[in-house]
């Protein structure tokens, strides 16, 4: 396991097999903390609570290491494709790709169906699946 320090965080590499394990250098890695990080949803406001708003996407509450929580959607796996495009992964729809210019229309890789996301008042989601012209 990495250990994290004030200047770096700090790793070794190892392999293990029926001969023994061989250990690697102890190696460093300090992040660039002033590097400015391009968010694939684009511009968006930010609450004190870490909450993203985006024009397109909406709410949803990012974490470092690709899960979000959406306020409709739940949770979600991001991987980003480029600026303002996503593929999202989801344990129900699996994965899902939008970016800005079609959101809320979702393409959906596992039967290639696109989809219509409706968001409801009371916070839950409604998909227009157009392959099977019925909602999910």
């Known amino acids: 396991n990495p250990q994290m320090y004030p200047n770096g965080i700090y790793f070794r ?12 250098a102890i190696m460093r ?8 990080i391009n968010k694939w949803w684009g511009n968006s406001e930010t609450s004190e609570e870490g909450w993203q708003r985006s024009d397109w996407l909406g709410s949803f509450l990012p974490y470092e290491n690709g ?5 409709h959607m739940g949770w979600m796996f991001s991987s980003a494709e480029e600026s ?18 079609v959101f809320p229309f979702l393409y959906r890789w596992e039967d290639s169906s696109w989809l219509f996301a409706y968001f409801h008042k009371n916070g839950s989601v409604h998909y227009f699946n157009y392959s099977t012209d019925s909602y999910e």
């Open 84 to 101: 303002d495009s996503v593929w999202l992964w989801t344990n129900y729809q699996k994965w899902l790709w939008t970016s800005k210019e």
């Open 13 to 24: 590499l190892f392999a293990k097999n029926p001969a023994g394990t061989g250990f690697g």
């Open 67 to 71: 899960w979000m929580y959406h306020l």
């Open 29 to 36: 890695f300090s992040p660039n903390t002033n590097q400015s």
